[in-house]
Nanobody, 115 residues
Framework: QVQLVESGGGLVQPGGSLRLSCAAS????????MSWYRQAPGKERELVAT????????NYAKSVKGRFTISRDNAKNTVYLQMHSLKPEDEAVYYC????????WGQGTLVTVSS
């Protein structure tokens, strides 16, 4: 049974950093396309970062490139999203996604950026 559990969200001041974690079970993250999405209130869910299966090539939304980093720990079967220089517009619920033929989603973790 595929399961994704996000953690690490919380309140951070503008300019601060957070690291989100996505603990996976029921499958191996290294053979799935792993992604982080976010959804702000009243807005559509948007893709933030993606890591390919295998070699782990990464891609980022233009709005986060240079500030966010997606990474994968195969031993822990966990995917991370390191976020730096956070802005108020980064505030959203962040979701972890796994794709291999179909999408699997976590429950989301809320990131609040406010002074």
């Amino acid at each position: 049974q595929v399961q994704l559990v996000e953690s690490g969200g919380g309140l951070v001041q503008p300019g601060g950093s957070l690291r989100l974690s996505c603990a996976a079970s029921g499958f191996t993250v290294s053979i799935y396309v792993m992604s982080w999405y976010r959804q702000a209130p009243g807005k559509e869910r948007e893709l933030v970062a993606t890591m390919s299966s295998g070699i782990g090539n990464t891609n980022y939304a233009k709005s986060v490139k240079g500030r966010f980093t997606i990474s994968r720990d195969n031993a822990k079967n966990t995917v991370y999203l390191q976020m730096h220089s956070l802005k108020p517009e980064d505030e959203a619920v962040y979701y972890c996604s796994a794709f291999r033929g179909r999408d699997y989603w976590g429950q989301g973790t809320l990131v609040t950026v406010s002074s």
